[in-house]
């Protein structure tokens, strides 16, 4: 397979995004598929190294530090991109990559999936003032990327709940990120005083770690709060490891608290040494609830260190309380785990469990997740009726519409568009055969719409009488609605991206994550003013029950259908009267 990972986040870089994209990559090619990366360089010129393509950026420090925008025109890697034609491609950031990604997988006719890794909630504030608003935008923006996906990997529970809250109109597969369990291992405790010794640490201490970016939005800040309360003759020492824009502030905060001999700041190190610093410490500390993916929980187990972390949704079946660490709520909760720590029994016992938990977020299982929803996004595709080009849904309707042209010129020919009387004893000789080749007229263009919807309501009346007319034009229409739902409900995203304009999609697209999508639904059903057919597609990628929808249409169709009928015929009449 081939397969190209985009992102905007890439080495030397040190974050959670640039260790999930470079391990999977890694895992993917050993595992023999064919790999490419689409990313920014780390200057304005773009160019390719080693199956990495290096789009020319610009830095964007004021807004996030470290970030970096596309700038330079990417007509040619298109090209190149292009030839080489991916069966899949992988986003991993929504900005200046991801406008290639999604342009690419239509260019290419290939699956998108998208890895939501960034609770943006919690970075707002570096360029919104007001959270309210902030959530409001990453809530719009998340739901008009993902109608441009075809599947989304949340890398916990947590950040699927999110995403459903969103109302993202794609599958949603969670999938945590695995780590190198060859990369960070435990060491024997007859080890820890010399490595301690190694990296200037000293031996007899307890010694909690904080390993990560220093910025406002881990929370740092209250694990010094936490550790002043701490009686000051069993005070364990605080190691931050990592580097960032809140190390000043978190530095004298830690003087102004009397901690200054109780903390200390490692700053940045290279990644090969961060396993030493796990390995190190007595417990793994974090105070952070903005964590998608909790990478450094899972590097801490793996080096059989016990964690004591803020409770958050994205830790529910990896830090069990007494199994291999804590999670705590208040201070009381940090306090308790800190003191049931101390026990030499408990701490061997955690750090078994530790390693037990750790076994289930290995690279290998990563990458074999991610490989199983490469297959169903490529496989949702083929779904879509003969794996047919985009103007295949347009043309169909094309060829209806001809067809229904071509017998309305017989028609007149034979004299029956000219004579209401004689239209509709011919209609009345056929028996029952015109009845039952008018619903699935009715029933056909709903699926694929061939004349506008009003028309073949007023063909009905006409035909069959107010009644009669009625009668089918019911019938017809709910079949071919139950029909477009479940063809979407089957098919998937992709087929609307096919069949209705981009535009269209937009348009509609912010009602599909209401929580009352269902009773907004069922109003423009009943009111013949909205694209019903559309919406029938459309309800078929959201989570609307099979009974739910069957329910609407059957009850709120007869007030549309009677309105177009009525109104319509009266116009007919009004028209030939004054004719």
């Known amino acids: 397979m081939k397969i190209l990972l985009t992102t905007d986040w890439w080495t030397p870089a040190v974050n959670g995004v640039v260790r999930s994209v470079t391990l999977l990559r890694r895992e993917l090619m050993a595992r023999g598929h064919d790999v490419k990366v689409l990313t920014l360089s780390p200057t304005n010129h773009s160019y390719e190294e080693d199956g990495v393509i290096y789009l020319g950026s610009l830095s964007a420090d004021r807004v996030y530090p470290g970030a970096r925008v596309r700038f330079a025109a990417w007509n040619r890697w298109m090209r190149v991109l292009t030839d080489w034609r991916p069966d899949i491609i992988h986003s991993q950031c929504e900005f200046s990559t991801f406008l290639p990604a999604w342009r690419l997988a239509r260019r290419c006719g290939c699956p998108l ?10 970075y707002t504030r570096y360029i919104i003032p007001s959270q309210r608003c902030g959530r409001v935008a990453v809530k719009e923006l998340t739901r008009l990327f993902s109608g441009r996906c075809d599947a989304i990997i949340a890398p916990t529970g947590k950040v699927a709940d999110l995403l459903e809250h969103y109302g993202v109109s794609c599958p949603v597969y969670t999938v945590p990120t695995g780590i190198d369990l060859a990369a960070f291992h435990p060491i024997d405790d007859a080890q820890r005083p010399a490595l301690r010794r190694a990296l200037g640490l000293p031996e007899n201490e307890r010694i909690l770690v904080s390993i990560g970016r220093l910025a406002a939005e881990k929370n740092h800040g209250e694990l010094l709060r936490l550790l002043v309360r701490e009686p000051a003759e069993s005070r364990p020492l605080l190691l931050f490891v990592g580097d960032g824009p809140a190390r000043a502030q978190l530095e004298q905060q830690a003087a102004d608290l009397g901690l200054v001999d109780r903390v200390m700041f490692a700053g940045m190190v290279p990644p090969a040494e961060v396993v030493r610093y796990y390995q190190a410490g007595d417990a793994f500390v974090c105070a952070s609830q903005s964590e998608t993916q909790g990478l450094t929980y899972f590097e801490a187990l793996a080096c059989g260190t016990p964690t004591i972390v803020r409770a958050d949704p994205c830790l529910d079946g990896v830090v069990e309380d007494g199994v291999n660490g804590w999670q705590w709520k ?13 026990g030499p029994d408990t701490a061997r016992r955690l750090r078994q469990g530790a390693l037990a938990t750790a076994e289930r977020f290995s690279a290998e299982h990563f990458a074999q997740q991610a490989l199983q929803v490469y297959e169903e996004a490529v496989e949702r595709r083929c779904r879509i009726p003969g794996g047919l080009p985009a103007g295949v849904p347009a043309a169909a309707s094309g060829v209806g519409f001809f067809l229904c042209l071509w017998l309305g010129v017989w028609a007149w020919h034979r004299g029956l568009l000219t004579d209401l009387n004689a239209l509709q004893s011919w209609v009345s000789g056929l028996g029952v055969w015109a009845a039952a080749a008018f619903v699935a007229f009715q029933a056909v263009q709903v699926v694929v719409p061939i004349l506008p919807g009003g028309l073949g309501c007023l063909a009905g009346v006409v035909l069959f009488g107010p009644w009669y007319g009625f009668a089918y034009n019911y019938i017809g229409i709910c079949i071919g609605s139950l029909a477009a739902f479940g063809v979407a409900r089957y098919c998937g995203r992709p087929l609307l991206e096919r069949m209705f304009p981009r535009k269209l999609l937009i348009k509609y697209d912010r009602w599909m994550g209401h929580k009352s999508f269902s009773r ?6 009943f009111l013949p003013v909205a694209p019903d057919d559309f919406l029938c597609y459309m309800a078929g990628t959201t989570s609307m029950r099979w009974d739910q929808f069957t329910l609407i249409i059957l009850t709120c169709k007869p007030f549309a259908i009677a309105a177009y009928s009525t109104g319509l015929t009266v116009a007919m009449n009004t028209i030939l009267r004054l004719i």
Do not use: M, P, Q
């Not at 999936?113 to 919690?122: G, I, L, Q, S, W």
């Not at 201070?331 to 101390?342: D, K, V």
């Not at 907004?520 to 059903?525: D, G, K, N, T, V």
């Open 113 to 122: 999936v998208h890895t939501y890794h960034t609770a943006y909630e919690d």
């Open 330 to 342: 208040d201070a009381a909760g940090f306090h308790e785990a800190l003191a049931a720590l101390s």
């Open 520 to 525: 907004w639904f069922a109003l423009a059903i």
